[in-house]
């Protein structure tokens, strides 16, 4: 059995708290089944390896809560983009509405107004 555990040290702090110092891990296992009758078979020796990699670097999770003011801007940053969205949104419904019936750019209708005209 070889197992190769990876250590990273984590501190976890909290807005006007002392930071708690804790390590994260993962362990990774790796198994080889070794027949001893078989001769030609590479040479393996039995026991329990234990591999150890801390890493030079520390993540810091930090905690912390946003003000009253941030959230009301947040708030206002959401309403503006849903009213910009259905002002556009609008603009395309009427063009395509004023293509389909005939009033925009282009159109080959002629009203009933100046055919009369030309009888």
Not at 17 to 24: F, V
Request: proline fraction near 3%; charge should be neutral.
């Amino acid at each position: 059995y070889v197992y190769d555990v990876h250590v990273i040290p984590t501190r976890y702090e909290e807005d006007g708290q002392d930071g708690i110092a804790s390590h994260q891990y993962s362990v990774t296992e790796y198994r080889r089944i070794v027949n001893p009758k078989l001769k030609h078979e590479e040479t393996a020796s039995m026991g329990m390896w234990v591999n150890y990699d801390f890493t030079p670097f520390e993540v810091k999770v930090t905690k912390s809560r946003k003000s009253l003011w941030h959230f009301g801007t947040e708030c206002c940053a959401i309403l503006g983009g849903i009213f910009a969205f259905t002002g556009m949104l609008d603009k395309f419904a009427y063009s395509i509405n004023k293509v389909v019936s005939g009033r925009g750019k282009g159109s080959s209708r002629i009203e009933l107004s100046e055919m009369e005209a030309r009888d």
